[in-house]
C-alpha cells in the first residue's frame, strides 16, 4: 500500500476510534478525539490490522505503551488504566470489523 494510502486509512481508523473510544476518569468520559489520542492510537493500532494479527494481548500491549501525561507532566499514566473493559472489548471488536 502507498504511504499517501496508508496515511488516509489511519486517518479513517483514527475517526472510528475517535467515536467509540473514551477515557473514564471518575465517571467522566473524555473521547480519544477530544484528548487528541485518537490518531497516535490508529497509528500504533493499524499495523495490527494491515497484518491481520488483532489479539487482545496485541492491543493491551500497545494500550499500556502509550503514556498520558496527567498534572502538567507530574506524572504519566498507561492509556490502558484509563480505559474500560467495556469499551476495551469495543474497540476489540472495531479493529476485526475494520475493513481495508
Do not use: C
Amino acid at each position: 500500500m502507498a504511504s499517501s494510502g496508508k496515511s488516509v486509512e489511519i486517518e479513517k481508523l483514527a475517526t472510528a476510534i475517535a467515536e467509540e473510544v473514551y477515557l473514564d476518569v471518575a465517571k467522566w468520559h473524555l473521547y480519544l478525539n477530544d484528548a487528541k489520542l485518537h490518531l497516535t492510537l490508529a497509528e500504533q493500532l493499524f499495523p495490527l490490522v494491515a497484518d491481520d494479527k488483532i489479539t487482545k494481548n496485541a492491543v493491551s500491549q500497545i494500550l499500556a505503551e502509550i503514556n498520558i501525561s496527567i498534572g502538567g507532566g507530574k506524572q504519566e499514566i498507561p492509556l490502558q488504566q484509563f480505559i474500560p473493559a467495556s469499551v476495551e472489548s469495543r474497540l476489540m471488536d472495531l479493529l476485526t470489523e475494520y475493513e481495508i
